[in-house]
Structures are given as structure tokens and as C-alpha cells.
Nanobody
Framework: QVQFVESGGGLVQPGGSLRLSCAAS????????IGWFRQAPGKERGGVSC????????EYVNSVKGRFTISRDNVKNTVSLQMNNLRPGDTGVYYC??????????????????WGQGTQVTVSS
């Protein structure tokens, strides 16, 4: 099972931007869809965005549409999440993982994910 190492989090004011990155341990990610997930304090981990490794199709949950952009680098085996116009509600620990559903507004994690440490994003004034 592929594993990921996340980076790029930090403290930012509302309206600010951050760029997250995750590096995959596997060299062959074909037939894989990779997503970003976040866990806010006291809440369950939920999907944010996902991308198909082969064709680059993307999906976003409604709360981040128009603000976040997911991308992948097939050479470096990395997936990035550009987050703009950040809000306090975006605060949480962000993780990368494979998905079992990516589309029609759904970003659902695979049950086989081995979660990394994630990267903390705090949006506060």
C-alpha cells in the first residue's frame, strides 16, 4: 500500500494562502486516485479534493471549490494542494491518501490507507 509524507502546513491569517505537498512512496501510481483529507479538532477526517493520477481529472467538495486547486507531478510522484482565500473553517490536519470514490462531489478515502502524520493548517487572525 502506498504511503505519503505531507508538508507545507502552517499558520495563516484568513484570506491567506498555503501550498501543501505530499510525496508518495510508490513509484507506480497508475490506476490510483489520490486525495487530500482534513481532520478538524473534534471532528472526523473528511475528504477535500482528489485527482486521478493518469488523466488528471479532479474533484472538490463544495466548501473548497473555487479556492483550492489540486495537482500532481507524475515525475516527482507528488500531489499538491494550493489553498487560497483560506477561512478559519479550513483549520485542521491535512493528510494524503488514496480514494475509493472521487467524483460527483465525493471524495472518500480508501479503507486501506495507512495514514501519515499529516500537516497542520491553522487559519486564524
Amino acid at each position: 500500500q502506498v504511503q505519503f509524507v505531507e508538508s507545507g502546513g502552517g499558520l495563516v491569517q484568513p484570506g491567506g494562502s498555503l501550498r501543501l505537498s505530499c510525496a508518495a512512496s510508490a513509484s507506480n501510481l497508475d490506476s490510483t486516485t489520490i486525495g487530500w483529507f482534513r481532520q478538524a479538532p473534534g471532528k472526523e477526517r473528511g475528504g477535500v479534493s482528489c485527482i486521478n493520477w493518469v488523466d488528471g481529472r479532479t474533484e472538490y467538495v463544495n466548501s473548497v471549490k473555487g479556492r483550492f486547486t489540486i495537482s500532481r507531478d507524475n515525475v516527482k510522484n507528488t500531489v499538491s494542494l494550493q489553498m487560497n482565500n483560506l477561512r478559519p473553517g479550513d483549520t485542521g490536519v491535512y493528510y494524503c491518501g488514496t480514494t475509493r470514490r472521487c467524483g460527483r462531489g465525493l471524495v472518500e478515502a480508501s479503507m486501506y490507507n495507512i495514514w501519515g502524520q499529516g500537516t497542520q493548517v491553522t487559519v486564524s487572525s
